[in-house]
């Protein structure tokens, strides 16, 4: 059974199997203006954050995948931690095995005082554990976290588009050296042939328009009387 609240800031995924419990944190969530939505088991908030189990996993391997049919923005989990099949702290522990989850940060419930229980869930990753019946100032705790992480994604994000335009620029000037160097390695052009005077070349005219012949004229026979 899932439902979902009205459009709201912050996204919250509540995860309890006692319908009672999940009625009443999602009246306190909604009074505290969050975006609800609930779940009544471990294995079906595993499905809505776009998660399932791999069953064919080895033992050293996380047991969690990300789905890419499936990406829904959840800013924080609220969970019980007693509830048949998979508990408040397996799946705890799930989301904290998956690298693109990880961060979301995981709110535990009981209505046990167990210490040992409680230490256990923190050390795996818990933001706080609260005891039932969980009470509308116990959920003031929870915005705190909220702006941790969504801070932490900010920077995150930041350092990601910083890195992408470092390396733009290495992969710029690497091509820009690339080029120079194919320049550097082309011969260099023919140097051009020197010029000729122009009254040679009038001259060589000259000289190729006459034949040896025609240079002086000829009077044979000729008496030239004075």
Not at 18 to 28: A, Y
Not at 79 to 101: V, W
Not at 131 to 136: A, D, H, I, M, S
Not at 157 to 175: A, D, L, P, R, T
């Amino acid at each position: 059974m899932v439902m979902a609240a009205a459009d709201s800031q912050f996204h919250v995924l509540a995860v309890d199997d006692s319908l009672i419990d999940r009625k009443l944190i999602e009246r306190l969530l909604k009074t505290s203006s969050y975006q609800v939505t609930t779940v009544d088991s471990g294995s079906k908030a595993l499905e809505f954050l776009g998660l399932y189990e791999d069953d064919q996993s080895g033992p050293d391997s996380p047991s969690v995948s990300l789905s890419n049919q499936q990406e829904v923005g959840v800013n924080l989990v609220i969970t019980d931690y007693c509830m048949p099949g998979m508990t408040g702290y397996d799946l705890l522990k799930k989301i904290k095995e998956s690298s693109s989850l990880r961060n979301i940060p995981v709110v535990i419930m009981s209505s046990e005082n167990v210490p040992s229980r409680i230490n256990r869930c923190l050390e795996e990753g818990a933001e706080e554990f609260f005891l039932k019946p969980v009470r509308l100032s116990d959920l003031s705790r929870l915005r705190p976290h909220i702006m941790k992480t969504k801070s932490k994604d900010q920077n995150q994000g930041k350092e990601e588009n910083e890195e992408k335009q470092e390396e733009s620029s290495e992969s710029s000037e690497v091509s820009q050296e690339q080029d120079q160097q194919v320049v550097d390695q082309q011969p260099p052009p023919p140097p051009p042939p020197p010029p000729v005077p122009a009254n040679s070349n009038k001259r060589k005219a000259m000289e190729e328009g006459l034949s040896p012949d025609r240079t002086r004229p000829r009077y044979n026979g000729i008496t030239t009387v004075v």
